[in-house]
């Protein structure tokens, strides 16, 4: 079982920045990937950055060069940068972990608000 717990959601103005964060415990050594998505009212869940393979980065073309995904040292707490947000970046942001063993684990979400 892997637990995880985020963290830095607000409500920031367009243009503005915030720093999620997500750390993961329980049998954190069986994890193999870490990433972020998102959902917005009346949307899907869709992806927004990730690891994989090692340090592979990935990130939603909507995101691209505005936020920055990175993690500590001990590959269990990986941060989402965002920066330029815009009104269409609300959400709630979810964190996923993937596990070597087929299984995922998500977080309860933090609700991120780009307004005026």
């Known amino acids: 079982q892997v637990q995880l717990q985020e963290s830095g959601g607000g409500l920031v103005q367009p243009g503005g920045s915030l720093r999620l964060s997500c750390t993961a415990s329980g049998s954190t050594e069986y994890m193999n990937t870490m990433s972020w998505y998102r959902q917005a009212p009346g949307k899907e869940r869709e992806f927004v950055a990730g690891?994989?393979?090692?340090?592979?980065?990935k990130y939603a073309d909507s995101v691209e060069g505005r936020f920055t995904i990175s993690r500590d040292r001990a590959r269990t707490t990986v941060y989402l940068q965002m920066g330029s947000l815009k009104p269409e970046d609300t959400a709630v942001y979810y964190c996923?972990?993937?596990?070597?063993?087929?299984?995922?684990?998500w977080g309860k979400g933090t609700l991120v608000t780009v307004s005026p």
């Open positions: 690891f994989s393979g090692g340090n592979n980065r």
């Open positions: 996923k972990v993937g596990t070597v063993y087929g299984r995922d684990y």
